[in-house]
Each structure stands twice: as structure tokens, then as C-alpha cells.
């Protein structure tokens, strides 16, 4: 039996470097996670790739809110696609929609015939596809290489049976990789109910406030970005 992949998504470059020491197999880089996830910045771009050679995968999102983009919105990730390429990334992260709940299949392998030879994960934008069936058919023409997704529900290990039906819908056209709500304590449970070959999740922390005259609501959320080593090490040996 192959090894079953691990993803963690971060939100800055210590975090990425943490959860690639505790083991991990691949990183999705993200920023802004009050937003859930933006296109990291030039800086913390160009210093990540400097400091690893793990896989690591950035998210290409402009803006938080809905799967909908602009004309502009494209162009600047049509432009944030070429930037990754250029610092030699060996894969991205997209997902975008149309208004009636399908895939954008048209602008989305635009941008994964401009990503190549880049490796393109398409995000859990497709969570909020209206027929998640059609949808991996979709995402397998437009050349996306995996599918990450929780099973249309906030937690992956409440759809299990959904996922499953996509694993063997998908076979070996695509990679379909549950996350959302992934923990050491039903990790293993997903992966064999499933039959997934690949994972993700966050392993998120709290972390101690240092701004203690601070203490409102979205501080605490943004304290709760850190990686918890040891939850790494957990998930790993259950796998």
C-alpha cells in the first residue's frame, strides 16, 4: 500500500516551515486566514521557496468572500499564477464558479494551461458547486490534478459516504483529497472509509496572546493560526 499523503494548509512562512519539520508532505500557503485564504504576498513568496524544497503549494484567491471574480480579478490571478511560476512553485491552488453554481470550466483551464508545467489543486470552492458529480467531471477537463473537499459539509468526517462516491468516481483521472475538520482522532477513520490517498488539514493551534490589553473576538481568532507540531506528529502515525 502507497503512503497517504498529508497537506497542510498554513498562513505564514514560520507556520510553513514548522508543519514541513513535523513531517509534512505538502504545504497549501495561504494568507489572511480571517479571509480564509489569500494569494501570499511577493515577499513571503519569494522567501519560502528560498527555505525549502518540500512541495508547497500557493493559493491563488484575490479577495475572501464568494468564487465569483471580475474581469480584474482574473487578471490579477492570471498575473499572481505567472508570479508562482516564475519562483519555480511546483503547484498551485484555485477554485472559481459561475453564478448558477457550476464550475467555471472555461477560466479555469485557463489558467491551468498558463500554470503548466505547474501541478494545479483545484480548493473546496467546489463545496459550494450545486451538483458535485458534474463538477468532478468538470474539474477532471480542465486538467486539474486533485480535488481538495470536505463533502459539501463543514466537517469531511460527516460525509464520508459522498466522499467516497467521489474517490470512485474520480479512479485514477484525479486525486480527491478530504479536508475540513481533519485531526489526529479521525484521521484514519476517513482515509478507510473512504479509500482517500491523500489528505488535509489545518493542524491549528492557540497560540498565548502578547498584546494583553487585546482581547476581543478576532484577536482570538487570529491567535488560533499556529501549528501544532505535535497534532502533525499524531496525524502522521496514524497514517
Known amino acids: 500500500m502507497s503512503k497517504i499523503k498529508l497537506e497542510i494548509a498554513v498562513f505564514s512562512v514560520e507556520a510553513a516551515l514548522a508543519a514541513i519539520e513535523a513531517g509534512a508532505d ?12 489569500t494569494t501570499p504576498s511577493f515577499g513571503s513568496l519569494s522567501t519560502l521557496i528560498s527555505l525549502t524544497s518540500k512541495p508547497v503549494f500557493p493559493i491563488i484567491r484575490p479577495r475572501g468572500g464568494d468564487f465569483l471574480y471580475t474581469k480584474n480579478e482574473f487578471k490579477v490571478m492570471r498575473s499572481d499564477v505567472l508570479m508562482a511560476k516564475k519562483l519555480d512553485y511546483p503547484g498551485i491552488v484555485i477554485g472559481l464558479l459561475n453564478q448558477d453554481g457550476s464550475i467555471d470550466v472555461e477560466r479555469t483551464k485557463r489558467l491551468v494551461d498558463l500554470a503548466s508545467p505547474m501541478e494545479v489543486s483545484f480548493h473546496r470552492a467546489f463545496d459550494r458547486c450545486i451538483d458535485p458529480f458534474k463538477a468532478l467531471e468538470d474539474i477532471i477537463a480542465t486538467g486539474c490534478k486533485r480535488i481538495l473537499t470536505s463533502g459539501q459539509v463543514p466537517n469531511a468526517a460527516d460525509a464520508q459516504p459522498l466522499l467516497k462516491k467521489l474517490i470512485e468516481q474520480a479512479g485514477d483521472r484525479i486525486i480527491i483529497m478530504p479536508g475540513s475538520g481533519v485531526r489526529s482522532n479521525n484521521i484514519k477513520e476517513i482515509i478507510q472509509s473512504t479509500g482517500a490517498k491523500e489528505i488535509h488539514s489545518s493542524a491549528r493551534k492557540m497560540q498565548a496572546s502578547q498584546m494583553h490589553y487585546f482581547k476581543s473576538s478576532m484577536q482570538e481568532e487570529l491567535l488560533s493560526t499556529g501549528i501544532d507540531f505535535d497534532e ?8
Open 26 to 37: 505538502r504545504i497549501e500557503f495561504c494568507e489572511n486566514p480571517l479571509e480564509g485564504g
Open 232 to 239: 502533525i506528529r499524531k496525524m502522521l502515525e496514524q497514517l
